[in-house]
């Protein structure tokens, strides 16, 4: 299954950071290109601004790791996914931010991996006002 990785260096502390990610209905500043969404149980469904709904099962939300992960559960295009964020501390008050993918069908892994990349980028310019 291929794999994708984008990371970037967040000038913010690690707590501040990871406040923004660990919110499955809080990830619209950081990234837009999700549109609305909705939480039932442990399913985030996202309705993107095209029309067109995800549904995710989110899978961790870890505290102490920073660590964030789902898997899309519901959508025609793709078979099998599974997403993880971290949150890292660097100890001089900035954060390393890892967003990696692994997707199926192959041809998925290049258009997300961008989009998960831009919205780091996204991430980064909340905390440093670029």
Do not use: C
């Amino acid at each position: 299954m291929p794999t994708r990785r984008s990371h970037v260096i967040v000038k913010g502390a690690p707590d501040e950071v990871w406040g923004l990610i660990r919110d499955p209905l809080g990830w619209n500043p950081w990234f837009p290109e999700m549109g609305e969404s909705s939480m039932e149980g442990d399913l985030r469904t996202i309705t993107l601004p095209s029309g067109l709904s995800i549904v995710e099962q989110i899978t961790t939300v870890d505290d102490e790791l920073r660590r964030f992960q789902y898997r899309i559960v519901e959508n025609f295009v793709i078979k099998d996914h599974l997403s993880t964020i971290d949150v890292f501390d660097l100890g001089d008050g900035t954060s390393l931010v890892s967003y990696s993918l692994e997707i199926q069908p192959d041809a998925m892994a290049i258009m997300l991996g961008y989009v998960t990349g831009q919205a780091l980028l996204h991430l980064r310019e909340i905390f440093e006002g670029e």
